[in-house]
């Protein structure tokens, strides 16, 4: 029994998810798979595996809640074959698994087959197996629909056999098969492997291959006797608490028209959503905007407007069934128990937050649905969707389903109109870039299996752990974009080609590590070089080296010998940061404890980047023990050392580490720093001692996802620069430090040095602290400001009293005051509250810049009682007329208001402007 893989395969970035069993597999199928791999000696195997179609070609969510079969999260029962029993054999042992074991009826099985089309003929033997077991009417053609299984585009394919059942029996059934009907429901699907698609079209593979799946649901309820996949056992407790939250009823099996409020509609969804939420974020993923994780943050989105519409749940109440799925299913799964904590937390994060925006997009929508049939429309526009989406945080399905609620549609090409109208991004393939533009080449079952055929052995890649050797290998093959070039056939100066040679000295890209780039030397007979090969990247397929590259000069053709030469300079860069990632591996593992696991790496010549789950930032305490055990590791000089072992032998190591969800050869090289400083299984090229890293700074900690954090270093020359980077910065910091806080613009000089820190590269623990120094000059520069501004209002407000003192004895009825608060809004209210105190019948206007004589920000602020109103002088636009003079703006109302300008060279001009408003308004008394 193979356990199952993660429902989210961290480790294979062409899946959303992990849709079907054979998905751990597929190197077998696509003849990639590591010779030393315990795959490589696979035969048969069988397991259960947690699957999610959701997203990409495999997409069951808009079904989900609609029908009593469909689930985004389900349990795939699987056998596999790898080049060892076909279809006789798989036929036969499916007939005896269903009748023999777990004994459903013979009279309500239909088995169908492939009848053939113009690319592949019927399938004939399929049919004849069946027909040892069911009458002929019951063995029924299918189209390629339904009848032939694609991996993808391209790749191992074949023609497919479906196992039906007829929950209702005693009829004949076959018209309803594969009709969408719920009584007639396929439960079981064996793939016969045995072709390969290309651009060219179908080829037979080496080796035959049986894959098989059956839906646990959907057997259990066969077996239960239930209607409904959602009518089974593992249902009924969700249900139970979901019908504790709802405010509408408990769940009664209601489907399509009976179903009028959806509240039954709402339980299905509802109870498949947490599960495929709850398995998802404990096998790693998290909702996010992107990938998989936007996918998983619909799905969440899709469960919580059900709830809190629909069922009237209150917000929160997706996370409450949490624990009864864990409770479910945490025995056969007990990663559900060990990540209960964090699956609450995110759920919980996300549930809230998008309950804020829910009640808005249902009010929002429910009023587009009025307008919109008031208007005799039944399409949502793809603008509306749009806000929907952009505004409210509405995915796109969840938008078309509550139109389709509501009888409506929507325009979903005017919707991606403008989602596309907003992103104007570019999409350029990391791949191409990676070629200069060349294809990228790839071997997969046919190509592989046409080496073995043809006598190329895997490539002898145990040179990769020698270093400033130059190996003489033998061109055994030449594959370019239009296939492998014949014998005789050259590949000629500026041809971008892979090829595979007999033994190399490369390292092939794994494991987070970039591949090794450098020349291989064409030799001739004598020995003599007359060209090179530009090698641009390496990979590994199925044990053969492809080394990807261009003709420089000269020309190669198979059996050309060839010198590799590695850029060892570059390599030397690698390595530390590759061996220096185990040591941060081990170092947050202390700081951050046992609960940090890898999510995933890159090392290359530049720097190195660490991805772990952890649920928020690491605090500046946190980081800096981090770094400073790296430190240490690197100033002890540790030895780093390799030894191969069995697969067995190395996972009864204390304390070795592996990387989730990853699949390691047998046997497994473990690379050591130190007696016990770190432990991993890893293929990788290392340092001999840590003393080769020379020093190491981390530049950089931030958030990748949620629950999911990145650490980026650097080692040797960059992280000497570093350094010294840091150096600089904090005795520039210093100085500043240094300065009285009565220096003229100290807050402003403080405020340059932290933009220049904030782009420097130097280590992230010394940014913190810079940062956390060149707040608190700015404190004490803002306080020092606040204590002088203080002071100068006091006085201020004795010349303010005086001046409206001799106004009011004037008979002034208006007055405009330049005064020197620096602009401050509180210092201005002081002033307004002393002039209506002292003289409650004066119109006030004051002006203050920020910096007298500046040039730059002028505030306003003015004050008019009631009489001056009445007599046609407003507030509001008493600051508007005098603003205007300088290009600013304010507001507010007849009696008070204010407003600002951000620069005005001539407050003497804004003076009489607003004398002249005031003039104009007030018939008397005005100077």
């Not at 010349?799 to 509180?826: C, L």
Request: with cysteine; proline share 4%.
């Amino acid at each position: 029994m193979t356990p199952s893989s993660p429902c989210a395969p961290l480790n294979d970035p062409t899946l959303l998810f992990t849709n079907a069993g054979m998905n751990q597999f597929k190197p077998i199928f696509l003849g990639q798979v590591d010779p030393n791999s315990p795959l490589a000696s696979l035969k048969r195997a069988c397991n259960s595996q947690k699957c999610i179609r959701a997203g990409g070609k495999h997409n069951d969510l808009e079904d989900v809640g609609r029908d009593t079969y469909h689930h985004t999260f389900f349990e795939m029962l699987g056998t596999w074959s790898f080049g060892d029993y076909f279809k006789e054999e798989a036929i036969d042992m499916a007939w005896k698994l269903l009748t023999e074991v777990y004994k459903l009826n013979p009279d309500r099985l239909y088995a169908t087959y492939f009848e053939g089309d113009e690319n592949v003929g019927e399938d004939v033997e399929a049919k004849e197996f069946w027909l040892k077991y069911l009458p002929a009417d019951r063995v029924i053609g299918c189209v390629a629909a339904d009848n032939f299984w694609e991996m993808g585009d391209t790749g191992p394919c074949g023609p497919c056999s479906e196992i039906h059942y007829d929950r209702i029996g005693g009829r004949d059934a076959s018209a309803l098969v594969n009709a969408d009907d719920p009584d007639v429901i396929e439960i079981w699907n064996i793939v016969f492997i045995q072709y390969n698609k290309d651009e060219k079209g179908l080829a037979q593979l080496p080796q035959k291959h049986i894959d098989t799946g059956m839906g646990l649901e959907r057997l259990v309820s066969i077996l239960q006797n239930r209607s409904s996949n959602y009518d089974i056992d593992a249902f009924q407790p969700i249900f139970n608490k979901l019908a504790e939250l709802s405010k509408v009823g408990p769940y009664e099996g209601k489907l399509g028209e009976e179903d009028v409020t959806v509240k039954d509609t709402a339980y299905r969804a509802i109870s498949d959503h947490i599960r495929t939420l709850s398995f998802a974020i404990a096998d790693g993923a998290v909702p996010n905007n992107e990938g998989r994780g936007y996918v998983l943050r619909r799905i969440l989105r899709r469960a919580t407007r059900y709830g809190q519409q629909i069922l009237k749940a209150p917000p929160g109440f997706f996370q409450e069934l949490i624990p009864t799925v864990v409770d479910t299913f945490g025995e056969a799964y007990p990663e559900l128990v060990e990540k209960q904590d964090l699956i609450t937390e995110v759920i919980a994060e996300e549930e809230q937050a998008f309950s804020n925006m829910l009640d808005r997009g249902i009010k929002y929508f429910s009023e587009l649905e009025a307008g919109v049939k008031a208007d005799g429309g039944d399409v949502v526009t793809g603008d509306k969707a749009f806000y929907l989406y952009d505004t409210l945080g509405f995915p796109i399905d969840l938008t078309e389903l509550m139109a389709e609620e509501a009888g409506l549609s929507v325009d979903v090409k005017g919707f991606a109109n403008e989602m596309e109208a907003q992103k104007k991004r570019s999409r350029a393939a990391r791949a191409s870039a990676k070629s200069g533009g060349a294809p990228q080449l790839e071997l997969i079952a046919e190509q592989t299996a046409a080496l073995s055929d043809s006598g190329v052995l895997a490539t002898d890649d145990s040179f990769k752990y020698r270093w400033d050797v130059e190996l003489p290998a033998t061109v055994m093959s030449i594959y370019g974009p239009d296939g492998f070039l014949e014998k005789g056939s050259a590949a000629q100066p500026g041809d971008f080609v892979g090829l595979v040679l007999d033994k190399s000295s490369f390292y092939a890209e794994a494991g987070g590590q970039e591949a090794d780039l450098g020349t291989l030397r064409i030799l001739n007979e004598a020995g003599d070089v007359v060209g090179s090969f530009d090698v641009r990247d390496v990979q590994s397929f199925g044990g053969f080296l492809l080394h990807s590259g261009f003709v420089e000069e000269g020309s190669l053709e198979v059996g050309a010998v060839v010198n590799c030469r590695v850029d060892y300079d570059r390599r030397r860069q690698v390595a530390p940061n590759h061996s220096m990632t185990h040591v941060l591996n081990a170092a947050l593992r202390e700081v951050l404890g046992d609960s940090v696991d890898q999510r995933g790496s890159l090392c290359n010549d530049e720097k190195l980047r660490f991805d772990f789950s952890y649920k928020k930032a690491m605090n500046i305490d946190q980081l800096r023990k981090t770094e400073e055990i790296c430190q240490k590791v690197v100033a002890d000089s540790l030895p780093v050392t390799a030894k191969t072992m069995s697969l067995a032998e190395a996972q009864e190591i204390d304390g070795v580490r592996a990387v989730f969800g990853e699949v390691y050869p047998d046997p497994v090289r473990v690379v050591s720093v130190g007696d016990d400083t770190s432990i991993e299984f890893c293929g990788g090229t290392h340092v001999s001692n840590t003393a080769e890293a020379e020093a190491f700074v981390l530049v950089e900690e931030t958030a990748v996802a949620k629950g999911i954090r990145r650490i980026s270093a650097v080692t040797r020359d960059a992280a000497v620069q570093a350094k010294k980077e840091g150096d600089k910065y904090e005795a520039l910091v210093a100085e500043v430090e240094a300065l009285g806080v009565d220096t003229p613009d100290l807050d402003k000089q403080a405020g340059a040095v932290r933009k220049d820190v904030d782009a420097a590269f130097i280590s992230a623990v010394v940014k913190a602290e810079l940062r956390a120094r060149i707040e608190g000059i700015q404190k004490k520069a803002n306080e020092a400001k606040k204590a002088a501004l203080a002071q100068r209002v006091d006085k201020i407000m004795n010349v303010v009293k005086q001046d409206v003192e001799e106004a009011i004895a004037a008979g002034r009825k208006t007055m405009v005051m330049n005064v020197d608060i620096a602009a401050d809004s509180k210092a201005s209210q002081k002033i307004t509250n002393a002039v209506k105190k002292i003289a409650p019948e004066l119109a006030f206007l004051g002006l203050s810049e920020e910096e007298a004589g500046s040039g730059g920000k002028l505030m306003a602020f003015a004050l008019v009682p009631d009489s001056a109103v009445e007599t046609g002088l407003k507030a509001d636009e008493w600051i508007r007329a005098t603003l205007e003079v300088c290009g600013g703006r304010g507001g507010g109302r007849p009696g008070n208001a204010q407003g600002q300008a951000p620069q005005c060279s001539d407050v003497e001009a804004v003076v009489a402007a607003a004398e002249n408003f005031a003039d104009s308004k007030v018939s008397s008394g005005v100077q």
